[in-house]
Each structure stands twice: as structure tokens, then as C-alpha cells.
């Protein structure tokens, strides 16, 4: 399996950023890390390796890049104010930044689909929904939806405008819905085991429902917990059946 890792000076987070890239061909998976993770925690908790037969066999080439949540909505130390400037950065360095170098070791008409587990899961599937025109579609794993249950009592519009269950029943410009309705790939997935939270997907997936946009809503059993061994199942498992 071809691995390769780069790195830059990001000028939108003004610090370097690390970013990972596994295969050759195939559509563009970008992993967005669980809480204060890097680039490479899906490396070291074994998810890559499940996902080595898709990544060999062409079907997917994998982008795994850094979190900065532990500079915004995990860091107590920091006003809150900050925190939603810095997740605007993150937003911007992965539109501005990630897509194109994306698009460059791929191609301009390679899809590229979002996701994540945990918080990783929110970003991913708010990448997707506020920029329908970037990327073609998410899966996400074990999320909550609403960026509330980690500002701790902040509200503002950039929290607002990140919070997808917050955002989305209001969304009524026709072009952006469009955009997002066309996609054949919006997967929410979740288990019901301990510190899984099935209701937070269910109120996305209503949502979406509302706004006639097609999804899948996949709700796994009590023995699948807020953990790796569920996401070692649930992404290989979307990406060989949905894909």
C-alpha cells in the first residue's frame, strides 16, 4: 500500500499541518480525526489496515489530516469567541487548503467524500452540508450534530452556522438544498452500545427527511459501542456496500 505523508505551513490555521495519503486511484476519503487527534490516530487504531483491500484494489484513495479541536472546542482555556474564530479557520484550511491539494494527487472530477467518528463525525458531516459544491457526500460514525453539546452554553452565528441540526431545517436556498440532494451518498451510522447516542443521528436523519434529501440511516446493535472496534466495522462496511 503506497503511504505517504506531506505537510505545509497552513496559512489559514498560521501553524504547519500534517496530512497522510494512502493509495493510488479511486475516489477521495478524507478522515477527519476523533477529539484532539492527529493525522494519524486512524493509522495507530487500525482502521487503515481494514481498509487496506480498498485502498489496493483502487477503490478509494485515503486523506487523513489533523484536528485543531483542541485549539477551539476542547481547549477550557480559551474564550469561547476564539474557539468559534479558530473553527472557522479549520473550515477554511480544509476548503482552501485540503480540497485543492486533494484534487491535485487525484483529479478536478474525483469525488471527495467526508468523514469521521465522534467529533470527527460532526465536522465531516458539516463539511458536506455547508459545502455541497466541494464534496460529493459523508459518512458519519457515532456523531452528534448539534456543535452545542460542545460549546458549553456558547451561541453564536459561527456556532450556529456549524451546528447542523441548527442550520439545516432553516437552509431554504433551492441551489445549495439541490446540491446536497444529489448526492447518493449521505450515510449516518451509529451503534446503540455504551456512549453511542442512536437519538442524535435519528433527529439528523428527520431532519434531512424534511428537506427531501435521500440518506441512510444505519443503526447498529447494543453491542456496538462509542469505540474503534465499531468504526473498524462500520466504514469497511459502507465503503464495500454503498460503494
Known sequence: ?????????????????EIVVYGHFGFALLLLPTAAADYLEYERFLLIDVLKPYINAGKIKVFSINSINSEAWLNNLMQPRHKAMRHQQFNAYVAEEVVPFIKMHTSEATPIITSGASLGALHAANMFFRRPDLYAGTIAMSGVYDLTSYTKGYFDEDVYFNSPTHYLPNLNDEHTLNQIRQSNHIHIMTGSGSFEDPNASRTLAGILHAKGINYDLDIWGGDMTHDWPTWREMLPYVIDQKF
Open 1 to 17: 500500500m503506497n503511504r505517504e505523508i506531506h505537510q505545509w505551513h497552513s496559512p489559514s490555521l498560521n501553524k504547519n499541518m
